[in-house]
């Protein structure tokens, strides 16, 4: 099992920034990708970013240019710099880690970004 605790989130007026980390213990020894989706309120969950351990990072649509996702292997955590933040980006974001094609979660955390 792999578990995984987000923190960083809060509320945010437009075009501010907020920076999620995200840290993932237990059989973490063979996690190949970590990353971020989010969900706002009658929505379904959806991308925002992911990243393997070799660095290659993919964007959702709408974040990319604005998000930025890193991952330190060492200390085995993710990131997610969010810049030019919108009301829309309003959701709770939650940390995912895919190991042996198996999806761990985390417990979300809530960003809001007022207008």
């Known amino acids: 099992q792999v578990q995984l605790v987000e923190s960083g989130g809060g509320l945010v007026q437009a075009g501010g920034s907020l920076r999620l980390s995200c840290a993932a213990s237990g059989s973490i020894s063979s996690i190949n990708t970590m990353g971020w989706y989010r969900q706002a309120p009658g929505k379904q969950r959806e991308l925002v970013a992911t990243?393997?351990?070799?660095?290659?990072?993919n964007y959702g649509d709408s974040v990319r240019g604005r998000f930025t996702i890193g991952i330190d292997n060492a200390k085995n955590m993710v990131y997610l710099q969010m810049n030019s933040l919108k009301p829309e980006d309003t959701a709770v974001y939650y940390c995912n880690a895919i190991r042996l094609s198996n999806n761990f979660w985390g417990q979300g955390t809530q960003v809001t970004v007022s207008s």
């Open positions: 990243i393997t351990r070799g660095g290659f990072a």
